[in-house]
């Protein structure tokens, strides 16, 4: 099992600019992706930007706005925003998946909300 948890979220002006944590425990040893998702309102969730052995993916419309790092020593993930937007307005959640030989697990954090408003 792997419990995630975010930290971060709040009010911020647009303009401004937030970073988001995701404290990976338990099994921890099996994950090699960690990243973040995001359901604003009536939307459904998408991708903002995912983590895999240094790689880094990210959906296009939030690039060079968005910034994900890992510490793999303190088994996080971070989410700089940057220039938020009203848009941006979501529930930010936390995302891992832990590989094994045969299958694989996603397991994902209770979310944090990022509201965007003047």
């Known amino acids: 099992q792997v419990q995630l948890v975010e930290s971060g979220g709040g009010l911020v002006q647009p303009g401004g600019s937030l970073r988001l944590s995701c404290a990976a425990s338990g099994s921890i040893a099996s994950i090699n992706v960690m990243g973040w998702y995001r359901q604003g309102p009536g939307k459904e969730r998408e991708l903002v930007a995912l983590s895999n052995s240094g790689a880094t993916n990210y959906t296009d419309s939030l690039k060079g706005r968005f910034t994900i790092s890992r510490d793999n020593a303190k088994n996080t993930v971070y989410l700089q925003m940057n220039s938020l937007k009203f848009e941006d307005t979501a529930v930010y959640y936390c995302?891992?998946?832990?590989?094994?030989?045969?299958?694989?697990?996603?397991?994902w954090g209770k979310g944090t909300l990022v509201h965007v408003s003047s």
């Open positions: 995302y891992a998946r832990a590989q094994y030989v045969l299958y694989a697990i996603d397991y």
